[in-house]
């Protein structure tokens, strides 16, 4: 254990005994392990020690020497992250070392990630990632934590690419998991930059720095991708639909049309910094013009649902009246016959966001459907009607009420017809309502497939 943290640390009893699992849950030890206290939004961990030595801990690593039996050893250290990354590091085999991992950070980070994933595997070689928005390792899906993943979550979930054989990943470096040291240990061949400052603390052995120059704009789109301070290329025209959008790119070799298929502003801009980001680690421009073709969504963000039906389906989580703004002009752009809106408000609004949501749809939907998002104790009755008012006002051609989100679902689709855009906002990629004092499973994707199957759209094996 000494060897292992290094100098500054005080040991209470002997910590030489073989390790028989690590982790920083209270509820997770066995017999054998050791309990790593950390401070976390949930609590102290520093709380549970008893708990945790109950439970069979042999050691404890702390930032606070306390009391205990003596069946356990207590390590004092001044940072109980860093203990547990460099502990864990060591019980996993040290398995960053065996990889070619590749950071991404900055504004956009989490979908820049998970497209680069896709855009780098198109090479030809498994690559794994390791984000917010999930974790890809090989056979193994698991969904991502908003960047709450401990640095213990990191090194076993490297290991786990390690053992498949999987030599590349891509790791997402978001605020959230920055702050809880997940690059200790964890040496990065390349770190690629969305624009800002090198985050703290972080080394590279190449640096990749990826700045966007102007926001996107109604006709010809002067959107400008830099790669390392020169221009990679330029696109010259944009134009979005309910499945994607249509490009022209204008590279340093000529004009290059190409297809994206991912929808809304917000996609098309991280797969392009994805596709740049892919080119300079090595991926031809070819696998990278057929690597965004075949691209699966980001989870929740303007995600398409297609199951055959002559209509568009995105699910999109803006729930908030500036966000459900920049989703509504994505879903303008793409010249549908309608766009027909669900929206609904949270128990935690305020009154002047609950009317936005309704102002932002009616403005710009013409069919509004409004219900509840998380009522919690609250009736839903009583968040519906400032967003219908609302909506009425802003001008929308129909406004209807309902308060049960998955009958809301199945009334909005089952209005769509051919040439319509249904955007079903709020959610996104969470999976779950809030009601009175409990927490209930609800997917709006889930819904949507479920609901348009329902109405006879069969087509199709997956949600995108």
């Given at each position: 254990?000494?060897?292992?943290?290094?100098?500054?640390?005080?040991?209470?009893?002997?910590?030489?005994?073989?390790?028989?699992?690590?982790?920083?849950?209270?509820?997770?030890?066995?017999?054998?392990?050791?309990?790593?206290?950390?401070?976390?939004?949930?609590?102290?961990?520093?709380?549970?020690?008893?708990?945790?030595?109950?439970?069979?801990?042999?050691?404890?690593?702390?930032?606070?020497?306390?009391?205990?039996?003596?069946?356990?050893?207590?390590?004092?250290?001044?940072?109980?992250?860093?203990?547990?990354?460099?502990?864990?590091?060591?019980?996993?085999?040290?398995?960053?070392?065996?990889?070619?991992?590749?950071?991404?950070?900055?504004?956009?980070?989490?979908?820049?990630?998970?497209?680069?994933?896709?855009?780098?595997?198109?090479?030809?070689?498994?690559?794994?990632?390791?984000?917010a928005?999930?974790?890809?390792?090989?056979?193994?899906?698991?969904?991502?934590?908003?960047?709450?993943?401990?640095?213990?979550?990191?090194?076993?979930?490297?290991?786990?690419?390690?053992?498949?054989?999987?030599?590349r990943c891509?790791?997402?470096?978001?605020?959230?998991?920055?702050?809880?040291?997940?690059?200790?240990?964890?040496?990065?061949?390349t770190?690629?930059?969305?624009?800002?400052?090198?985050?703290?603390?972080?080394?590279?052995?190449?640096?990749?720095?990826?700045?966007?120059?102007?926001?996107?704009?109604?006709?010809?789109?002067?959107?400008?991708?830099?790669?390392?301070?020169?221009?990679?290329?330029?696109?010259?025209?944009a134009?979005?639909?309910?499945?994607?959008?249509?490009?022209?790119?204008?590279?340093?070799?000529?004009?290059?049309?190409?297809?994206?298929?991912?929808?809304?502003?917000?996609?098309?801009?991280?797969?392009?910094?994805?596709?740049?980001?892919?080119?300079?680690?090595?991926?031809?421009?070819?696998?990278?013009?057929?690597?965004?073709?075949?691209?699966?969504?980001?989870?929740?963000?303007?995600?398409?649902?297609?199951?055959?039906?002559?209509?568009?389906v995105?699910?999109d989580?803006?729930?908030?009246?500036?966000?459900?703004?920049?989703?509504?002009?994505?879903?303008?752009?793409?010249?549908?016959?309608?766009?027909?809106?669900?929206?609904?408000?949270?128990?935690?609004?305020?009154?002047?966001?609950?009317?936005?949501?309704?102002?932002?749809?009616?403005?710009?939907?013409?069919?509004?459907?409004?219900?509840?998002?998380?009522?919690?104790?609250?009736?839903?009755?009583?968040?519906?009607?400032?967003?219908?008012?609302?909506?009425?006002?802003?001008?929308?051609?129909?406004?209807?009420?309902?308060?049960?989100?998955?009958?809301?679902?199945?009334?909005?689709?089952?209005?769509?017809?051919?040439?319509?855009?249904?955007?079903?906002?709020?959610?996104?990629?969470?999976?779950?309502?809030?009601?009175?004092?409990?927490?209930?499973?609800?997917?709006?994707?889930?819904?949507?497939?479920?609901?348009?199957?329902?109405?006879?759209?069969?087509?199709?094996d997956?949600r995108?």
């Amino acid at each position: 254990m000494v060897r292992v943290l290094g100098k500054g640390i005080r040991l209470n009893g002997h910590a030489n005994d073989p390790v028989q699992g690590i982790t920083y849950d209270p509820g997770a030890v066995l017999p054998g392990s050791i309990y790593v206290a950390l401070s976390r939004p949930e609590g102290d961990g520093h709380d549970h020690v008893a708990e945790a030595v109950a439970r069979g801990a042999q050691v404890v690593v702390t930032e606070r020497m306390g009391w205990l039996p003596r069946r356990a050893v207590a390590v004092r250290v001044t940072d109980s992250r860093r203990a547990l990354a460099r502990i864990a590091a060591r019980y996993y085999g040290e398995p960053a070392r065996r990889l070619q991992i590749v950071g991404v950070t900055g504004p956009g980070s989490a979908e820049v990630a998970f497209y680069l994933r896709q855009l780098w595997a198109a090479a030809g070689r498994p690559v794994g990632l390791i984000g917010a928005l999930g974790h890809e390792l090989g056979d193994r899906l698991l969904p991502g934590r908003d960047g709450a993943e401990e640095p213990s979550d990191v090194q076993h979930m490297l290991a786990c690419l390690v053992e498949q054989g999987i030599g590349r990943c891509v790791l997402e470096l978001g605020s959230a998991a920055l702050e809880r040291s997940i690059t200790e240990e964890v040496p990065l061949a390349t770190l690629i930059r969305l624009g800002g400052e090198t985050p703290p603390g972080v080394t590279a052995g190449e640096l990749i720095s990826i700045s966007w120059e102007r926001g996107l704009a109604p006709g010809i789109r002067l959107v400008s991708g830099r790669w390392q301070g020169a221009p990679l290329w330029q696109v010259e025209l944009a134009r979005a639909s309910r499945d994607g959008w249509t490009l022209r790119l204008q590279t340093g070799r000529g004009p290059m049309d190409c297809t994206l298929a991912v929808c809304g502003q917000q996609n098309m801009r991280a797969a392009l910094q994805a596709g740049m980001a892919a080119r300079a680690l090595g991926v031809p421009a070819g696998a990278v013009r057929d690597g965004w073709s075949r691209l699966v969504s980001a989870p929740g963000r303007c995600e398409p649902i297609r199951r055959g039906q002559p209509f568009g389906v995105w699910v999109d989580g803006a729930d908030s009246p500036a966000a459900l703004q920049e989703v509504l002009a994505d879903a303008r752009r793409t010249a549908a016959r309608r766009l027909l809106v669900l929206v609904g408000g949270s128990a935690w609004q305020a009154a002047d966001e609950l009317t936005g949501l309704g102002a932002a749809a009616g403005r710009l939907a013409e069919v509004v459907m409004v219900t509840s998002n998380n009522p919690m104790e609250q009736p839903p009755e009583a968040l519906i009607r400032p967003v219908s008012r609302a909506a009425r006002k802003a001008g929308a051609r129909r406004v209807e009420e309902e308060p049960d989100r998955d009958r809301a679902i199945r009334r909005l689709l089952g209005q769509a017809e051919a040439g319509d855009l249904v955007l079903l906002t709020g959610k996104g990629r969470r999976t779950t309502m809030e009601l009175a004092y409990v927490r209930v499973p609800f997917d709006d994707r889930r819904r949507a497939w479920v609901a348009l199957g329902e109405l006879g759209w069969t087509a199709g094996d997956s949600r995108s």
